[in-house]
């Protein structure tokens, strides 16, 4: 049980999933300062993107801190003809959570399909955000692709 609780720390204690929160120094503002902050390499952080298609559905896509979201492959994986981030304005509307702090459990909407990068499975433990910029949760990869249901594709350039 942790001493924080954001709605991403709740989904994973009502789960009965393990983890450990790793509390930051500093408010991280990009991928490496987050991996440093956390004692983690940037392979192991995970990034939880919020993308939208042209008919408004939105929906998430987790790569690895050292790679790169390829909306071309994701809307082929989705089954779309394109795809663009999500304006920054709908992402604590869609996510319940600001902007460099979206964690991909204990969104605000329930509706939103998330697509894993096969990347992410290389690695046996990742770091997500705990849904704050001053806080990451390090759990099993495994634990966190069945947290989430997400489906597993190849999405990074």
Do not use: C, F
């Given at each position: 049980?942790s001493?924080?609780?954001t709605?991403a720390?709740?989904?994973?204690?009502?789960?009965?999933?393990?983890y450990?929160?790793?509390?930051?120094?500093?408010?991280?503002?990009?991928?490496?300062e987050?991996?440093?902050?956390?004692?983690?390499?940037?392979?192991q952080?995970?990034k939880?993107l919020?993308?939208r298609a042209?008919?408004?559905h939105?929906?998430?896509?987790?790569?690895?801190g050292?790679?790169?979201?390829?909306?071309?492959?994701?809307?082929?994986?989705?089954?779309?003809?394109?795809?663009?981030?999500a304006?920054?304005?709908?992402?604590?509307r869609?996510?319940?959570?600001r902007?460099?702090?979206?964690?991909?459990?204990?969104?605000?909407?329930?509706?939103?399909p998330i697509?894993?990068d096969?990347?992410?499975?290389e690695?046996p433990?990742?770091?997500?955000?705990?849904g704050?910029?001053?806080?990451?949760?390090?759990l099993?990869?495994?634990?966190?692709?069945r947290?989430?249901?997400?489906?597993?594709?190849?999405?990074?350039?």
């Amino acid at each position: 049980m942790s001493k924080i609780r954001t709605h991403a720390i709740r989904a994973l204690d009502e789960l009965g999933i393990g983890y450990q929160v790793l509390m930051q120094e500093h408010k991280a503002t990009n991928v490496e300062e987050a991996a440093a902050e956390r004692g983690v390499p940037s392979h192991q952080v995970v990034k939880t993107l919020l993308v939208r298609a042209p008919d408004r559905h939105y929906y998430i896509a987790l790569v690895r801190g050292d790679q790169r979201l390829s909306l071309k492959k994701l809307a082929r994986a989705i089954g779309v003809k394109t795809l663009d981030m999500a304006p920054e304005k709908d992402v604590p509307r869609i996510t319940g959570y600001r902007i460099g702090a979206v964690a991909p459990l204990g969104l605000r909407r329930q509706d939103v399909p998330i697509y894993v990068d096969h990347w992410i499975l290389e690695e046996p433990r990742v770091s997500i955000s705990a849904g704050r910029h001053d806080a990451g949760l390090e759990l099993d990869t495994q634990d966190l692709v069945r947290a989430v249901h997400g489906e597993v594709a190849d999405i990074t350039e």
